[in-house]
């Protein structure tokens, strides 16, 4: 099953909880605009999101992500992609999410909870 393609099987706000780890990176920008926005369409309207993913916030971290796309391709045999916190920061604003974010114990990985902005306008 392709994650770009839950809205075949799954209605509007149908969700509670959305959660994962790691997934993102999977994804090009341009997919990843697409899943969010799927995400958004697919909670309910408190329904919330709770990640743990790679993104660098400096040109050390960058250098940690670099080697995990190629230890991806080459140990794994998967293409993975880089975002940076800018990155994500921008795409969950832009498609209507309202997070925070918190380091984990894990280089590069943070963690992020996110609600649908509109839930705060009302
Ligand atoms: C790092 S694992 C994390 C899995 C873990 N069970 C979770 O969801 O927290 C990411 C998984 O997503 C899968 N994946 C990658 N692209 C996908 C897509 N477009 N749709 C569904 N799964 C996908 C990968 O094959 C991989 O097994």
Redesign the pocket.
């Known amino acids: ?5 839950l809205k075949s099987f799954l209605n509007k706000g149908s969700l509670h909880w959305i ?5 993102l ?3 090009t920008h341009s ?1 990843l605009k697409n ?1 969010l926005t799927i995400w958004h369409f697919l909670l309910k309207r408190h329904g919330f999101i709770t ?2 993913e790679p993104a660098g916030n400096n040109l050390f971290e960058s250098m940690i992500d670099e080697f995990r796309v190629v230890m991806g391709k080459w140990w794994l045999g ?1 293409k993975i992609y880089i975002h940076t916190v800018t990155d994500l920061q921008k795409l969950f604003a832009d498609v209507g999410f309202k997070y925070v974010m918190h380091p984990t114990a894990v280089p590069t990985f943070r963690r992020f909870t996110m609600i649908k902005k509109s839930v705060l306008n009302n």
């Open positions: 099953m392709n994650a770009l393609d959660e994962t780890d790691g997934f990176e999977f994804f997919q899943l990640i743990r998967v």
